[in-house]
């Protein structure tokens, strides 16, 4: 076209990124590329291998390498061996070599960039201006973090060995979430990139020398599920952590179960976009643009539930398909595309086919004029409305660039919409009204809330979900301690408490009148559902009395007083959680005597030692009250005009299998942090000194504690814990009991991916403070990122 | 590169004559709607955000950014609004103003010869300029209602418009009295510009809305709207003499006010960042702006108009750049 031409059409015309380094980079490659361990590449004589391709024209870029189950091991001894010798250097030492490796992303920039495009299909902009700088960002800041450690962190060590899988839709950056905080705190890595996007992690392997990085600190194994499974299930890993689907979220917590490694998840989203009718709309439809079409819609945290207010939604639909109008849908190397190419084929079949269903269930399909080129892998940007609820579209993870979209009447109702869903990663809300947007941000079940934008990430702004999103947080402090775990000793083992077996003569423990001991839901004794007791026993084998025997009804109430209960328990505040915490206190004091009594005929402590369980619970009760009002969360300092605040949030609904060994202590440690941090609770006492739990209902029913926010349920915890851990409303489940549980629920927990907490076999002091620190802290709350930007 | 070759393929495409065949008919404007002046909104931190991320979301290249910065040319008001302006001053400008860009040039670029928008002056140069424009089709504007700060008498104001028109000026540039924004007075907003509009007769009226003294987004957002219902053929951000002129992001506002209007009243309204526009990669963005929020039809002089006066210049240093290969120099173009 001639210049004339030009001047009437103003076209923008092509502006491609040039490819031809990182092509004659890959083309320089003999053979397949390697797998990177012990500070090398190895080649595998013999390996399969497989190709990765540029969606955007189908071409094979390189042959990798399948790790199988020896590479693996060889991977994990090698990082074994690294460890120790990473963890003793000085924190300074690690942050020069992650400044180093902040300072070699920003010199490749280019290289990596083009990579990223190449592999993945996402347009050059976003991978120049987006993925490549906030990877930079995250070692700069983890840097920070390794220097710091020492004197911020104190008494938290490494874990070991991190086993990370990451996925293909920001392959350098969610590689540069995974290693800074693991490097920063002094673990070694062994990371499985995803088989679609391996280059820019075997790129980034090759700085690794260069920055100094010790070798077998950073090992980089690629290959598909096999190798990720063969990871996951390698006994020298010491924690997997993970970000990609929630069904493969949930086969790694269930093959981990039992086996102590600690896991994170960041799963997937549905994430919502709520807009009232007194938002700046343009501005909002350009959230959508951010937090949807961006990536190809491949993204966890990816706007893809529209909610807007009804008498706003035809102009606000309206004004989206405008916009939609113009995105421009091409060649990912050219820079001036908004939308790339779907990362695979099979993605693209995955996207259709979900939207082939829209029509059958109500649904109008608008699909953006955009021409699409006629090779390679794209997918138009698609606007459906009219679906109901009910819909798979409205409630299935799409990964894809495909919005949908409701109306809501009230704010409350936008928040029941928005919570319709099992996932909770992200949330964005667009209104002029500030006491609107905070009052809905932390209502919504999001690990992350944007009021009035989208997708704002940064390293020192925790990242992660709830639900079925997954859990553990990435980014800031917070995300540290998913890499950290307390100094010192292992926590001795569990000697369990094991009941005496029946003496056929009633003993002289038995009460003088016939006390009946029932559950306690929803404020109310209740008998069991299943209409039989157990016997109680001394040590001696004297029978004390009956317990109710519950079972999975009893847990299902409980579960259900405890969810009506909860939010308004959390919605109050602070202080006045503390009160009842306090009056609880005041009214097991003025019962010490009869408490002491009952726990050493059922422990057959000495009556000192039953004296100081019970000054202990109250003791512990007033460190609960105290936390109740002291919980705050932190401002961080991110890169925005404006804020990111960090709030602990309360996870809901507890359910906890109290230790068998400290029958009062032990279900007060579970009860104080749980009603301190506004989370009801279901408590399953020990089960073989159920008695003072019991005797501890009157208490409760004296404290003026809402109906609901506290339910105990008596019973053999092997026998209610799977139903416990494995109710789908149950938010969190803590494991006290004995060894076995300990599988049994993390097993279980996989079901709605709650949160689970469990002992191993082990056990604490429950007189010392180890029963009542920050881990009980973090297990009863949630963190959730609000992002606050503003401007007049 | 080659000139000489560069051009030799033959157009294939037909030439996009939009101005022709889709003329502006002049906004008539509308009864003032409080109630959508209201519920307007600007928020201001996701504005700064979409305009951050423009400039890297397009880019013009090669021969696509030399038809566009020749586009931009052919829609500066070139502008002195001066002092010690004089009549030989303002004769040099309209002699740049007729012929913008070195002839060599155009034709090393295919181009047929174009000329700038308009010529922008104070009253007393409007007769000096229209002369020197006769037979070029280039109007001549005048800046108008006490330019700059607007708080002469209504009375002196209308009349300098009448004065100005019958001087010849095709196009008034009027100014706002920033206090009627700031205190909310909208009714009192409305009625001025109707008064000036119709004190305009044929002339074409832009509207300055002096965004630099506005305080906030929302602000410019609600006067946009004003303004257009008052009958504003174009709004204009800045006079030039403000602290802070045209910004990205207060024409972005403005863009999208003028979508709303046209969208509610199917009448379309020209836009004209003015003050601090002085690169070609201004320009640029500029146009992408207005490309993507409001679509081809408003990269045409009838609905766009860079208000400036140093533009041209790196303009020129650029598309010598395109032609030759090798960076320019200020003194190679002939000053206006």
């Known amino acids: 076209m001639t210049v004339a031409e030009e001047f009437d059409r103003l076209d923008y015309g092509p502006a491609p990124e040039d490819a031809s380094a990182a092509l004659a980079m890959l083309a320089a490659q003999q053979g397949p590329f390697g797998l990177f361990i012990g500070g090398r590449f190895r080649q595998v004589t013999g390996a399969e291998t497989f190709a990765t391709e540029n969606p955007a024209t189908g071409a094979v870029l390189a042959r990798i390498t399948q790790a199988g189950p020896a590479e693996v091991d060889a991977a994990v001894k090698a990082a074994r061996r690294a460890q120790k010798g990473w963890a003793a250097t000085r924190g300074h030492d690690r942050a020069r070599v992650l400044y180093a490796l902040a300072r070699l992303i920003q010199k490749h920039a280019r290289m990596l960039a083009v990579l990223e495009t190449l592999d993945n299909g996402k347009p050059i902009r976003e991978a120049r201006d987006i993925d490549i700088p906030l990877a930079a960002r995250h070692f700069y800041f983890h840097a920070g973090a390794a220097q710091l450690m020492e004197a911020e962190l104190p008494g938290r060590v490494p874990l070991g060995v991190c086993g990370q899988i990451i996925p293909w839709n920001f392959p350098l950056l969610m590689l540069a979430w995974k290693i800074a905080p693991a490097l920063a705190m002094g673990n070694a890595v062994v990371l499985k990139p995803a088989e679609f996007t391996p280059l820019s992690a075997l790129c980034f392997a090759g700085l690794c020398g260069q920055a100094g990085v010790p070798p077998g600190v950073v090992n980089i194994l690629t290959g598909d599920g096999r190798t990720g499974a063969a990871l996951a299930a390698h006994p020298g890993i010491d924690k997997i952590a993970f970000t990609g689907s929630t069904a493969v979220g949930r086969q790694l917590r269930e093959v981990t179960a039992g086996t102590g490694k600690a896991l994170t998840l960041e799963l997937g989203g549905k994430s919502p976009v709520i807009v009232f009718e007194d938002a700046d709309l343009d501005s909002a439809v350009e959230g959508i643009v951010d937090g949807l079409w961006f990536n190809q819609g491949e993204v966890c945290c990816a706007g893809s539930r529209l909610i807007v207010q009804e008498g706003v939604a035809e102009r606000f639909h309206d004004k989206l398909k405008a916009r939609m109008e113009t995105l421009r849908v091409g060649d990912p190397l050219d820079k001036a595309i908004d939308v790339g190419a779907i990362v695979d084929p099979s993605q693209r079949e995955r996207i259709a086919g979900l939207v082939a269903g829209a029509a059958g269930e109500g649904g109008t399909v608008w699909h953006a004029p955009a021409a699409l080129p006629e090779q390679g892998c794209y997918y138009s940007p698609t606007l459906i409305t009219g679906l109901g609820q009910s819909s798979p579209l409205m409630q299935e993870e799409i990964f894809g660039p495909v919005l949908v979209s409701a109306t809501f009447r009230t704010p409350a109702e936008a928040v029941a919409l928005a919570n319709d869903s099992r996932y909770g990663l992200a949330a964005s809300i667009w209104s002029e009204t500030i006491g609107v947007a905070l009052d809905v941000a932390p209502q919504l079940a999001a690990g992350v809330v944007w009021i009035n934008g989208a997708n704002m990430f940064d390293a020192a702004a925790p990242f992660g979900g709830l639900r079925e999103s997954g859990f553990g947080r990435e980014g800031g402090w917070e995300g540290l301690w998913a890499y950290t775990k307390h100094a010192g000793p292992p926590l001795p083992k569990l000697r369990p408490l094991k009941a005496a077996v029946a003496r056929s003569d009633p003993g002289d423990g038995i009460e003088a009148i016939d006390r009946t001991h029932k559950h306690f839901i929803g404020g109310r004794q209740a008998r069991p559902d299943g209409g039989t007791v157990y016997p109680i026993t001394a040590p001696d084998g004297r029978l004390i009395g009956e317990a109710a025997r519950g079972n999975r009804k009893d847990i299902r109430n409980a579960v259900e007083a405890a969810r009506k209960a909860q939010g308004g328990w959390a919605a109050r505040p602070g202080h006045g959680r503390a009160q009842i915490l306090y009056y609880i206190a005041e009214n097991l004091s003025a019962r010490a005597a009869a408490f002491a009594d009952r726990i050493a005929a059922l422990t057959g402590n000495t009556a000192d030692a039953a004296q100081a369980e019970v000054a202990g619970s109250i003791d512990r009760l007033f460190t609960w009250a105290a936390w109740a009002d002291k919980c705050d969360g932190r401002v961080k300092d991110v890169p925005i005009r404006g804020l990111a605040l960090a709030l602990r949030r309360p996870v809901g609904v507890i359910g906890a299998l109290c230790p068998e060994e400290a029958p009062l202590l032990g279900l007060i440690s579970c009860l104080g942090p749980a009603l301190a941090l506004g989370n009801s609770c279901v408590l399953v006492p020990s089960g073989v000194a159920p008695l003072a739990a019991t005797d501890f209902i009157q208490v409760l029913e004296t404290s003026d504690v809402p109906a609901g926010t506290v339910n105990i349920v008596t019973g053999p915890q092997a026998e209610l814990a799977p139903h416990l851990a494995g109710h789908m409303d149950v938010d969190a489940c803590w494991c006290f009991g004995a060894a076995p549980l300990s599988a049994v629920v993390e097993h279980a927990a996989a079901g709605n991916l709650k949160r689970s907490w469990v002992s191993h076999g082990r056990t604490r002091d429950w007189l010392s403070p180890a029963a009542e620190g920050a881990d009980f802290r973090d297990a009863a709350t949630e963190v959730q990122t609000v992002w606050v930007p503003w401007g007049a | ?336």
């Not at chain 2, 030439?15 to 022709?20: D, G, K, M, N, T």
């Not at chain 2, 034709?107 to 010869?113: E, F, S, T, W, Y």
């Not at chain 2, 009295?177 to 009714?187: E, K, T």
């Not at chain 2, 979508?259 to 960042?273: L, N």
């Open chain 2, 1 to 336: 590169m080659k000139p000489a070759t560069r051009h030799s393929v033959p157009a294939t495409a037909a030439p996009v004559a939009l101005a022709l065949c889709d003329p502006v008919a002049r906004n008539p404007g509308m009864a003032l709607d409080l109630r959508w002046v209201a519920a307007t909104q600007a928020n201001t931190n996701a504005i700064e955000r979409r305009c951050a991320s423009l400039a890297g979301r397009r880019s013009v290249k090669k021969d696509a950014q030399a038809a566009w910065l020749l586009k931009a040319i052919a829609l500066i008001d070139l502008t002195t609004l001066s002092g010690d302006d004089t009549p030989g001053r303002v004769r040099r400008l309209c002699a740049k103003a007729r012929a913008p860009v070195r002839a060599d040039l155009l034709a090393a670029l295919g181009m047929g010869p174009i000329h700038v928008g308009a010529v922008c002056v104070y009253h007393e140069m409007v007769a000096t300029a229209v002369a020197a424009l006769a037979g070029t089709g280039i109007p001549v504007a005048a800046v108008s209602t006490g330019f700059p700060a607007g708080l002469s008498p209504m009375a002196t104001r209308l009349a300098e418009i009448e004065t100005s028109v019958a001087a010849g000026a095709a196009e008034i540039d009027i100014v706002i009295s920033r206090r009627h924004v700031l205190l909310g007075d909208w009714q009192a907003l409305y009625d001025e510009v109707r008064a000036f509009r119709a004190a305009c007769g044929a002339a074409h009226m832009k509207a300055i809305l002096a965004t630099g003294e506005l305080g906030t987004l929302r602000n410019v957002a609600r006067a946009s709207l004003v303004a257009m219902m008052a009958g504003a053929d174009f709004i204009k951000t800045s006079t030039g003499k403000e602290p802070v002129n045209a910004t990205l992001p207060v024409s972005l506002v403005m863009a999208r006010a003028i979508r709303d209007y046209h969208a509610a009243t199917g009448h379309r309204v020209g836009f004209k960042p003015a003050g601090g526009i002085s690169t070609a990669k201004d320009a640029l963005n500029w146009m992408v702006l207005m490309r993507e929020e409001l679509g081809r039809r408003w990269l045409e002089p009838d609905l766009f108009r860079f208000g400036a006066s140093s533009l041209l210049g790196d303009i020129e240093r650029q598309l010598e750049h395109h032609v030759t290969g090798h960076y320019s120099a200020k003194y190679r173009h002939p000053m206006g």
